[in-house]
């Protein structure tokens, strides 16, 4: 099959609009988004089962900016990327496969000292986690470090891995188009006449897994879901939204259950979410400054390599298991959230669904203190009756789903003083906490499994490249990762009145995903849980955890720019 590439489409395809007019309400008090000016990863997401990532150093700025310039059509702007995914979404419907139509996807993005070196006035930039680097906060957000606060075991982003100015995102649905892109960039900078003035310091491919694992993270969970909604039109028809509608019941979702968030919290220059708001409905901002007003239509991009010990924590579901007279898939869904197939935990707290998982209008519709309401499928109330799970017996409180994104449970940063204000805002502020994650796995798959954990025979070095996007890295991602993830007082507040009856300790642990514990060198990590018992009722359960299964190697904090800012700022 011939590879397609579109390169200019501002507004959508017949076709696909046709297929998405129903989902497509006029929304006249929305912005119109510069597509054409902003790169594609960031608001379209490029979707594919194909990416590496490509580290450069910036060794001679005024090369650099030549053959930067040179670089520039070949930048994806969100205008091709999101008619490409109508495109790819519409035949598949109406094909039945996929694979019938491909392109291949480039981005960029520059680390503040990358920018230090090709702008005079890098230093307007207001984010201080940007402008100080994830390596120099890794301390911080409780990275292994040693006596000096140096990052341990990185291999891309750390003080003794060279200099990380410039990160190339390269994307595709085909390995050969993925090396030939990558060999196109490579190429260029070695053979530019006079001197690309750059070198590469890191290359890595990402990849989906293979079935049965395709969609998956390597501890074989599904990845990707809860994803936010943002607001805003394609163009200037007020029914061509972003985000379709599709959740007739309430005008502010997307899909059931994704709320709909002003889109300056992912992208400069536009209104983002009113922190002051009273309700969702009602929480237009400001519009978002980064500083630079040539900074405006770009985004800040976090990026982690987190290498994934897939037998560690398979061994710990097992053993688990064993103590607790279950079974280890079911340890794994309440540590998790969700169960292999995505299915919430909250919704189906006994068994897996995974037609519950697979329904995108469903698996993410709903509230850890919202009622039930019927489903035309029977996926609630024929599984558990209506009610809440206000004590965390179906969800626990600890678990990685809850942890990042709490949703109308109580959370620390409210904005009120008092308890009752905390409590009647802490979903709108929770919404200021939101990213745009456009991660994917590295490395093979893993033999083990949580039945039959099984440990490679020589060290494999596999995990998650996590990306994500937003317009603060201070109050999004820094602030998930300490005051929710790493903080295990967290949810105490909301967990009040139900707490783990004949247990002294308070806090009811950190995430046991991603969180990370670093008293005084010791990463051991604990956490509660309810399981229930054959009476009816429900028993709590302290596990711990001695050694982290996730472990940070490497990463970055980056800006990626508008178009027009790699043309007349970056490259000139």
């Given at each position: ?29 929305e ?28 060794e ?10 040179t ?22 419907k109406?094909?039945?496969?996929e ?7 480039v ?43 140096k ?25 050969s ?10 190429e ?8 690309s ?44 939204v972003?985000t ?10 997307g ?21 002051n ?5 009602d ?12 900074a ?10 987190l ?12 053993d ?44 993410n ?11 035309e ?21 600890i ?13 620390p ?26 991660g ?5 798959v ?43 007082d ?83």
């Amino acid at each position: 099959m011939t590879q397609q590439i579109i390169r200019e489409a501002p507004t959508p395809p017949p076709l696909a609009g046709q297929l998405l007019s129903k989902m497509r309400p006029p929304t006249p008090d929305e912005p119109v988004l510069r597509v054409n000016n902003i790169q594609g990863n960031i608001l379209g997401g490029f979707n594919k089962d194909l990416q590496t990532l490509l580290f450069l150093e910036i060794e001679n700025a005024c090369a650099f900016k030549q053959w930067l310039k040179t670089q520039i059509q070949f930048i994806a702007t969100a205008s091709e990327v999101i008619a490409f995914n109508r495109i790819f979404k519409a035949t598949r419907k109406r094909r039945g496969r996929e694979g019938s139509v491909k392109a291949t996807w480039v981005n960029v993005a520059f680390s503040f000292e990358g920018l230090k070196k090709l702008t005079n006035d890098a230093d307007a930039f207001t984010d201080e986690a940007f402008k100080s680097g994830l390596a120099a906060r890794a301390a911080q957000l409780n990275d292994p470090v040693d006596k000096d606060g140096k990052p341990i075991g990185w291999v891309v982003g750390g003080p003794d891995n060279g200099k990380v100015d410039v990160v190339f995102i390269v994307a595709s649905d085909e390995h050969s188009d993925l090396q030939a892109e990558v060999a196109r960039i490579v190429e260029s900078i070695v053979t530019f006449p006079k001197g690309s003035g750059a070198k590469i310091t890191f290359i890595e491919e990402g990849a989906t897994l293979p079935p049965p694992l395709s969609g998956h993270e390597h501890f074989g969970n599904l990845d990707g879901l809860s994803q936010p909604g943002i607001r805003g039109r394609v163009s200037d028809d007020p029914k061509d939204v972003l985000t379709p509608r599709e959740n007739p019941e309430d005008p502010n979702q997307g899909k059931p259950g994704q709320d709909l968030l002003w889109s300056g919290e992912f992208v400069f220059g536009y209104e983002g979410q009113d922190e002051n708001a009273k309700t969702l409905d009602d929480s237009k901002g400001q519009v978002v400054s980064a500083g630079p007003s040539w900074a405006d239509d770009g985004s800040y991009l976090v990026f982690r390599r987190l290498r994934q010990d897939v037998f560690k924590f398979h061994e710990f579901l097992k053993d688990t298991a064993e103590d607790l007279d279950t079974n280890p898939r079911k340890v794994s869904a309440k540590l998790v959230g969700r169960w292999p197939s995505g299915a919430p935990t909250v919704r189906t707290p006994e068994k897996d669904n995974p037609s519950l998982g697979d329904d995108e209008l469903a698996n993410n519709d709903f509230e850890f203190n919202g009622e039930d309401a019927p489903d035309e499928k029977g996926f609630k109330n024929d599984v558990v009756p209506p009610s809440k799970d206000a004590t965390g017996i179906r969800c626990p409180f600890i678990a990685h789903t809850r942890k990042t994104y709490p949703r109308n449970d109580k959370t620390p940063g409210g904005t009120g003083e008092t308890e009752q204000e905390i409590i009647d805002t802490s979903e709108v502020t929770t919404q200021k906490r939101r990213l745009l994650r456009r991660g994917i796995p590295y490395g093979p798959v893993s033999p083990s499994t949580p039945d039959n954990p099984q440990q490679d025979p020589n060290f494999v070095d596999r995990g998650l490249h996590f990306l994500a996007y937003q317009t603060s890295i201070e109050k999004q991602f820094e602030f998930v990762t300490q005051a929710w993830v790493n903080n295990a007082d967290f949810s105490n507040t909301a967990a009040e009145g139900h707490q783990c009856e004949g247990i002294p300790e308070i806090p009811l642990g950190h995430d046991p995903i991603i969180g990370q514990s670093n008293e005084g060198g010791d990463r051991t990590r604990t956490f509660f849980i309810r399981l229930e018992d054959k009476q009816g009722g429900s028993q709590c359960k302290k596990l711990t955890a001695p050694e982290d299964w996730v472990i940070p190697t490497g990463g970055g904090y980056f800006f990626a720019p508008s178009i027009s800012a790699l043309g007349k700022v970056l490259s000139s």
